[in-house]
């Protein structure tokens, strides 16, 4: 079976400081992968998706990136860290034939 | 453009009663659709989908939802309601392209069950 992880769990950051969330999943191979990100209130909000090691989509400009340094390692960066990216973050997977996609435990990201 | 929309931020129901959790889509192509539940600093959980076939979706938990094409909705449903079913519940529609799909959420249904 497929599993998908996150970390880590929760994070506290001043506002300036870099930023890295990692996210892996295991049982599946050339998974697509998103991050997404959910502020209270706001619903859920697609970052970005990518579908193969090193392609990256971006749906929101903003001081975020992230990389896939392998097949199923997902990552979000930032080099400076605003107050506004606070949130909780998720990453999630689908197959490539597949349209439901599967969400890991999320990490909760403070920026104070 | 796609979009989802659910009816209510807040639901209450007493334990027993009937769940009626509201989702209204807009797509230019035929819709997959989808429910999620999400307890409290937890991830998003899988309940149903409705990709072809039959309208009428049962899913995890006693919930099941009903396509309607004619009036572009997507409502869950659970006929008795227990303690349990606190949660955030979210409606998705799923935007496919060669390779991948990206969903669209609804902003959330908090759903409170009351003794």
């Known amino acids: 079976s497929q599993t998908i992880h996150q970390w880590p769990a929760t994070l506290v950051q001043p506002v300036g400081s870099p930023l890295s969330l990692e996210c892996t999943v295991e049982g599946t191979s050339n998974p697509n992968l998103y991050w997404y990100r959910q502020a209270a209130g706001r619903g859920l909000q697609l970052l970005f998706y990518s579908v193969g090691i090193g392609q990256i989509s971006s749906e929101v400009p903003q001081n975020l990136s992230a990389s896939r340094p392998q097949d199923r390692q997902f990552i979000l960066s930032s080099k400076k860290l605003l107050l506004s990216d606070s949130g909780f973050y998720l990453c999630a997977w689908n197959r490539l034939d597949s349209y439901e996609q599967y969400f890991g435990p999320g990490t909760r990201l403070t920026v104070t | 453009a796609q979009s989802v929309t659910q009816l209510g931020s807040h639901v209450s129901v007493s334990e027993g009663a009937l769940v009626l959790l509201r989702c209204n889509y807009s797509?230019?192509?035929?819709?997959?659709l989808f429910w999620y539940v999400q307890y409290p600093n937890q991830g998003l959980q899988l309940l149903l989908k409705?990709?072809?076939?039959?309208?009428l979706v049962k899913g995890i938990n006693g919930f099941e939802a009903e396509f309607k094409k004619s009036e572009t909705s997507f409502h869950l449903t659970k006929p008795s309601a227990h303690m349990s079913d606190a949660a955030e519940y979210f409606c998705?529609?799923?935007?496919?392209?060669?390779?991948?799909?990206?969903?669209?959420f609804g902003k959330g249904t908090m759903l409170l069950v009351s003794p």
């Open positions: 797509s230019s192509v035929p819709p997959y």
């Open positions: 409705y990709t072809t076939g039959a309208t």
């Open positions: 998705a529609v799923s935007l496919t392209n060669s390779g991948y799909s990206t969903l669209t």
